[in-house]
């Protein structure tokens, strides 16, 4: 891997596949909608739609089709940290494939017209994610739990929001935060290093660094419980504490007893929930790591009826794993975790993004050698101290989305 900073503070990271017939790109921009405010919220995400609508040299039309006549893909996402918007090809068109990224990050024409449009699609993709209940109960999860932070925002914006949202209010989000300091680009596969980095000098290094770096505005943890009336089939819950920060050196140990916890088939959760009782046909474990805190929990889908035996169990399964791991499900889970890894860095898409997310977020990457030595050098009892650190019985919240209990119903001192 090697690492290149622009003389406007903009960072390429380069990872050379030679036996790959392919190149993947990614452009990571550190603007997310932990760095909104009213009446901006959802500006991050409605930019990343608008990226591709058009831009001075090429239609919306025209992006789509000279995509397709390379055989690449093209795609973006927003989240609470940054946007990034991806593209992979073979070899010979990763050339055009900058270009194309460079003329819709730096030209995008961000008409009237098209921000109408566009507000439309918006409107319906919030529309369709408030359909999903297990994701409307974790956004109310964020709510609850970071209520006077960004970071408990939805990505997506709020129906008010987005319907005041203009072209002006959108350039304006992009001029601030759209900045070489606060971008990363990487490129993993097979590719030309002369060729790629003239073009990416050319298109991004006139512009000027603005010293607005990526911030961390603090975020305090609330406990408490959320609840939300919904017709459906099933109950969603969520049982949450504080969690690990990107970055945060015990994540390796943190990952392993997540995995032990809920991560699979062979979890504790799952074997308990699932296989024993038959309570959920969805039962996991799970961790948020922002830059300003972290979130970890558990969440399930159950029958309305079976709402307190499944707290009550779940309550049962995370006391009992406080008091220690076995060395066969600590052995089991690291190779399980060992093995996901190297896997899913074996394709330049997932690799490229792994370069340019922490590059961005932690200013270094660690290689899978790296990471592989950390799981190596670990121990069930340094797993058991992440368990206990993490499982915090004193700052607990809930979010249940469907045929809720009362409130007091949740408290956690009914199950502890």
Known sequence: M??????????????EMPRSKSAAICVYIGCGSHDEEKPCFGASHFIEHMLFKGTETRSAAEISEQMDE??????????KEFTCVYSQTLEEHLPIAAEILSDMLLRSKMTPQDVETERSVILEEIGMYEDSFE????????LKIYPDSALGGNILGTRESVRQMT?????????????????????????????????????????????NPIS????????GVTTEKKTSEQTHLIIAMPGLKIGAPERFAHAIFSTILGGTSSSRLYQRIREELGLA??????????????????????????????????????????????????LRTRE???AS???????????????????????????????????????????????????????IALSVVGRPEKQEFYNPGNYL
Do not use: W
Not at 135 to 142: F, S, T
Not at 197 to 207: D, K, N, S, V, Y
Not at 216 to 223: G, I, K, T
């Open 167 to 211: 072209a002006d209010r959108l350039r304006a989000h992009m001029a601030k935060y759209y900045v070489p300091e606060r971008t990363v680009i990487s490129v993993c596969g097979k590719f030309q290093k002369e060729t790629l980095l003239e073009i990416l000098e050319r298109q991004f290094g006139g512009l000027h660094n603005t010293k």
């Open 281 to 330: 046909y969805s039962i996991y474990s799970f961790s948020g790591a922002h830059l300003e805190g972290g979130v970890f929990g558990v969440g399930a889908a159950v029958a309305h009826g079976a709402q307190r035996q499944t707290v009550n169990e779940i309550f049962s399964v995370l006391k009992d794993i406080k008091n220690g791991i076995s060395e066969k499900e600590f």
């Open 135 to 142: 994701e409307l109960c974790m956004d109310r999860l964020y």
């Open 70 to 79: 390379i055989g690449g893909n093209l795609n973006a996402y927003t989240t």
């Open 2 to 15: 090697e690492l290149i900073r622009f003389e406007n503070g903009l960072r390429v990271v380069l990872d």
């Open 341 to 395: 890894l190297v896997m899913g860095l074996e394709q330049n898409g997932s690799r490229a993004s792994a370069m340019g997310r922490s590059i961005l977020l932690e200013g270094e990457y660690l290689d899978e050698e790296t990471i592989l030595e950390k799981l190596d050098g670990l121990t069930p009892q340094e797993v058991s101290r992440a368990a206990n650190k993490i499982l915090d019985f004193d700052r």
């Open 216 to 223: 961390v505005r603090p975020a305090v943890f609330s406990p």
């Open 336 to 338: 399980q975790f060992k």
